[in-house]
Structure formats: C-alpha cells, structure tokens
C-alpha cells in the first residue's frame, strides 16, 4: 500500500500488455479465451514439431504467447503461456527479457492466478512507471465461473532486481469493480495510464453497452474512462472517452497521441497543437483491428475520430492479415513509439496439439504519421537488421507478362526482402467494376489473385515457394483505375501456401483458415513506382507495402517449401510489363537467444 501511496504524484507511463487471444475455427473465428478441456493439460513428453516454428520471430518452445512493456532500460515481454498444453487454459503471465526486442532470456512466470480477485484468469494487463522508477501493473482479473471481470493491480517484491523477477498482488484488490450500468463479462483491457494536467490519471477499459432491443444488431462498442489521484482509488466518468454503435465489443483498446510534424515518438500523456490522438480497439465480432486518427479533447476528455475516419468493420487497420491483440509503447531510449502485435494460428486445433505450439509474436514495428495526416506508417524496428547475413541484389531486370525471375543466393524460408517495382504508365490499369465493394479488399483479392492477369498487375513476390509451384504464398500489387484516380489493392494470399495429401491445396472453411488476405493502398502513383518489403519466415510472412501504408501478415504451413526447399521469385502476371528497379534480400539468423 505505501509502495502507491508514497510515491504516485507524478510518473511516466510507459506501456499496456494485451493479453487478448483469439481462436480460428473451420468458417473464420471463434469467440476470444475459448478454452478446449479436452486439450488444456497433455502429457509433458508431448513431441513437439519444428518444421514449421519460425527462426528469428519470437516464439516459446512450446504454446500460446502476447504482450511486451519497457523499463529502466529492459525490454519486458509478458505472455499469456499454457505450461500444460497448447491451448487456452491453465494461464500463466510467463516473463522474458531482453536489451535489443531480439535476443531474449525466459525468466519465472510474473502473475498467475492466485488470489479471489483473479482465481478464474489473470488476462489483460498495463504498466506505469511511478517516480523513482517505480513499476504497476494493471491487469484484469476474472473472479468466477462467469468470467466476471475486475481491474487489480501487481508490484515488484524487488525493485533492486533489474529484470523484476517476482511480483506481488496486493490484497487491497481488485481496484475497479464494473458497476451497474456495465456488463461486467465485458469489461477487460486497461490502457496505458495517461497524466491530465489536473493531476490526475486517466486509464480506458474495453467493453460493450446494448445500443438498442434488436438482437440482430450488434452492440455498442465503449472505451470507458476511469479517473484517479492516486492510482488507488478509481472513478467512471460519466460519459466514456469514445464510443460507436454497430461495432461489437470493443477489446484491447490503445490510446496515444502521434507527432503530427515530425517522425518522433511521444510520451502517452503529451497533448498539444502538433498532436494527433490514436484510437485503436480489437473487433471481437471480426477478430481484427481497427483505428482511427482525432482529437483528444483534454478539457471534456473525449477523443472525436477526424470527420473521415470510420469507426469499426469498414476503419483502417494496423494489418490486414493474422494480427491481434497488439499494444504501442513509448520507448524513451530512442524516442519512438513501437507497435507489437501477435500472430494467431490458422492451423486446427488438432494441428495445434500435434504441432505442441501455437502462436507467434510478430517483429515489432515503429509507429509514425503518415505526412498525409490520414493514416498511420509501419516499420519493423531497425533492431531486426542485425540478424542480416547474406545478401542478394538484383536491378533494373525487366519482368514482361508471365515472366518471373528466382531470388538465388539466401535462404529463402528465412529472409529479409526489400524491392521497388516501377512501371512505364498507368494506361492498362483495370476499370475498378462500380459494383465491388470499395471496403473489401480481401473478397476482391479472392477473385483477382496472382494468377489472373490483369492490366497493371498482378505482380510481386512468390514467397515460400516450392520449386514446381506446387505451393507458394504471393505478396502482389493490382493496380485499378477509378474514373480520373487509381486504387492499389495489395494482397497476401495464404490460399495456395499449403498441400493436402500432396494432390490439392486446402482452402479457406477446409481444416485450416487460410484466406486472400488484402487491403488498398493509399499512395500517390505519379513516380509510377511501388514498393514492397517481405519479413519471411518459415511460416510467417509480414509484408509492408508503400513504406509501410499497407502491412499484411499471413500465418501458412508449406509441407513442400520447407527450409533449404523453399524459393523465392519475383513475378508479373499483368499485361503491362513492369521493372525490378531495386531488390535486396538477405538471409535472416536466428538470435543468439530465444526462449527455447
């Protein structure tokens, strides 16, 4: 109780841990911590498979993984962890930690259910630094069978610990109880704490409210807004920061303000004239997330979305493909904001357990504005580039309709590749058909993939391939004209990256969840040129079109296109030809520390 007492007056606060999961069934999605009995607990000799485990994206040796934090100048990852099994169940919040956000070292568990206030669950969760350096967390706790939720908090038993081994959980919890007016079974994922200039801390709590009687509707989803002087005792403002109807639950909410003049992070409490404000929530109706970019009004604390954005299913998002439950954090060492997200599995469940893991966080990525102010720009960390080896390049190679040219010289389950396309005109791109959907980019990738020639497009890369093109995963452009204006659709197609008994490939609803992934991209065409980086690996593979406008990730399972079998190829199936201006690929090592 004196460790809160005495020192929150002010502080820093430096990252929320998101904890959400999400399971995908044989149509798409299931409901979040869905816990399968049958599997939560299997024998410790269970064998686990290797083939497919990713080489320099973080992974544990075996089961489910999410959620990082920094302090006192460590990288702190937090993950919801089965020691059992490798679905939902028996959660533990295990701890590694690491200089660089690449070499990691597994420590002890931090939080694991314990106490009355968390018996059933100890989920999402936050950090503040307190002054003299002094660490909270926040975490939701589920106190019954009917997964109640309520807010607690935990402290270091050591802050003379650098790496903040063993935390303690106060009995004075939990600190938040959802009263009346909320549905306490969606009431989950405190943000970063944030400093108003009253003096007080303000923190959001994910949830729903029923916006009306029609059960055919969905919810209204609601970041509500809690007050505190001391970080002890919490109060509900009387209107939430934001809200929206039709959307569903709102999980994992983020709120953070952005530069809107420079490429620098910002600490989460700053306000100000050159300052965006970002709300970004987890859909639990779609399972993917969704932002947008307003302004934070600090006077009646109420953030309004820019009169463009779209709340919900039809927003922007971080990425258009496997990604979730992700969380920004101010990193003050080299003044960024870095985003983390996690990569569920699109595997069955019983591929799961076969496999005996599940789960993948994703390289993080630093944040920015896009100078257009109408989205935000994605980067992975420069970090990531230690673990280059060998290199290829390849320049000004012409690629007319149907050719492709092989990337020879890297391990290509295992890379980094860095190309520009650039094309002569627009004058073949494709009339966009009135009838499409302007927001659904994946239906339309589904129907205009990488093997149906266009006009302007499709080309790109032929990622995890093997050598007969049995099974590959393409990364591609398409290019549309729109009247007098050009739409880029840009796709990552999971779809033909697997072989089923080695005769045909298993398709999106059949055993695994494996679509066309895809969104537009908003970038200016009049230099004619399109770039695209690929992160590969093994079964990952994270793409950034534009400079980081677009980012899709795809979780895919080659059985041919394994390790020293898998190839890579730049392609175009357009009728337009188009030039390799710049490629650069090299292979990617393993760190010398994993949390294997």
């Known amino acids: 109780m004196n460790f809160l007492s005495n020192s929150i007056r002010w502080g820093l606060p430096i990252l929320y841990v998101c904890c959400c999961l999400a399971f995908f069934d044989k149509n798409g999605v299931e409901a979040s911590h869905k816990v399968f009995t049958q599997f939560q607990s299997l024998p410790p000799n269970v064998t686990v498979t290797q083939a497919n485990r990713t080489g320099y994206h973080f992974q544990p040796k075996k089961n489910w993984i999410n959620a990082p934090m920094y302090y006192n100048g460590v990288y702190h990852l937090f993950y919801q962890y089965n020691p059992k099994g490798v679905v939902w169940g028996n959660i533990v919040w295990a701890h590694s930690v690491s200089k660089?956000?690449?070499?990691?070292?597994?420590?002890?568990?931090?939080?694991?259910p314990s106490k009355p206030f968390d018996k059933y669950g100890c989920w999402s969760g936050s950090a503040t630094l307190l002054p003299g350096n002094k660490p909270v967390i926040l975490y939701t706790g589920i106190v019954d069978d009917k997964k109640t939720q309520v807010q607690n908090y935990a402290i270091p038993a050591n802050l003379s610990d650098p790496y903040l081994r063993v935390w303690i959980k106060p009995d004075n919890n939990p600190l938040i109880v959802a009263d009346k007016s909320i549905n306490s079974t969606f009431f989950r994922d405190p943000t970063t704490a944030w400093l108003g200039g009253d003096g007080s801390w303000r923190i959001s709590i994910g949830g729903q409210s029923e916006s009306n009687n029609n059960i055919n509707e969905l919810s209204t989803g609601v970041s509500y807004l809690y007050r505190s002087k001391d970080f002890l005792k919490w109060e509900k403002a009387e209107r939430p920061l934001h809200a929206s109807n039709g959307t569903g639950n709102w999980e994992c909410p983020d709120f953070y303000p952005v530069s809107v003049s420079g490429t620098s992070g910002l600490d989460t409490s700053v306000v100000g004239p050159n300052v965006k404000h970002v709300m970004k929530v987890s859909l639990d109706v779609t399972r993917f997330e969704y932002y947008t970019l307003g302004t934070y009004d600090v006077g009646k604390?109420?953030?309004?979305?820019?009169?463009?954005?779209?709340?919900?299913?039809?927003?922007?998002?971080?990425?258009?493909?496997?990604?979730?439950?992700?969380?920004?954090?101010?990193?003050?060492i080299k003044n960024r904001r870095i985003l983390w997200g996690w990569a569920n599995?699109?595997?069955?469940?019983?591929?799961?357990?076969?496999?005996?893991?599940?789960?993948?966080?994703?390289?993080?990525?630093?944040?920015?504005?896009?100078?257009?102010?109408?989205?935000?720009?994605?980067?992975?960390?420069?970090?990531?580039?230690?673990?280059r080896g060998?290199?290829?390049?390849?320049?000004n190679k012409i690629l007319n309709k149907g050719e492709s040219v092989e990337i020879k010289g890297i391990t290509a389950a295992q890379a980094d590749v860095d190309v520009t396309f650039s094309f002569e005109s627009l004058d073949k791109a494709e009339p966009f058909d009135p009838s499409w959907d302007r927001y659904d980019a994946q239906k339309l990738c589904g129907q205009k993939g990488s093997t149906v020639e266009g006009g302007l497009g499709p080309f790109g890369l032929l990622t995890l391939a093997s050598?007969?093109?049995?099974?590959?995963?393409?990364?591609?452009?398409?290019?549309?004209?729109?009247?007098?204006?050009?739409?880029?659709?840009m796709c990552s197609d999971a779809s033909r990256s697997t072989l089923m008994d080695g005769k045909s490939h298993i398709k999106d609803g059949k055993d695994a969840y494996r679509p066309s992934f895809a969104g537009f991209v908003n970038v200016d065409l009049k230099e004619n040129k399109l770039s695209l980086r690929s992160l590969i690996d093994n079964s990952v593979v994270e793409s950034f079109g534009a400079g980081g406008k677009t980012?899709?990730?795809?979780r895919v399972y080659p059985t041919l296109a394994v390790q020293e079998n898998?190839?890579?190829?730049?392609?175009?199936?357009?009728?337009?030809?188009?030039?390799?201006?710049?490629?650069?690929?090299?292979?990617m090592s393993k760190p010398l520390q994993m949390n294997d």
């Open 467 to 489: 050598q007969n093109l049995e099974e590959y995963t393409p990364v591609f452009f398409r290019i549309f004209r729109n009247q007098d204006k050009h739409i880029v659709l």
């Open 345 to 387: 599995e699109s595997d069955t469940t019983d591929n799961d357990v076969s496999k005996g893991w599940a789960g993948v966080q994703l390289i993080p990525r630093t944040i920015v504005l896009d100078p257009n102010g109408k989205q935000l720009l994605q980067w992975p960390i420069e970090e990531v580039e230690t673990l």
């Open 551 to 554: 980012c899709i990730t795809s």
């Open 100 to 112: 660089d956000l690449i070499n990691w070292t597994p420590l002890e568990p931090a939080i694991y």
């Open 390 to 395: 060998n290199k290829v390049e390849l320049s």
């Open 301 to 332: 604390d109420r953030y309004a979305p820019d009169p463009d954005m779209v709340d919900g299913s039809n927003g922007l998002r971080y990425d258009y493909g496997n990604f979730y439950a992700s969380k920004s954090f101010f990193d003050p």
């Open 566 to 587: 898998a190839h890579l190829y730049a392609f175009n199936n357009g009728t337009q030809r188009v030039k390799i201006d710049s490629l650069n690929a090299w292979s």
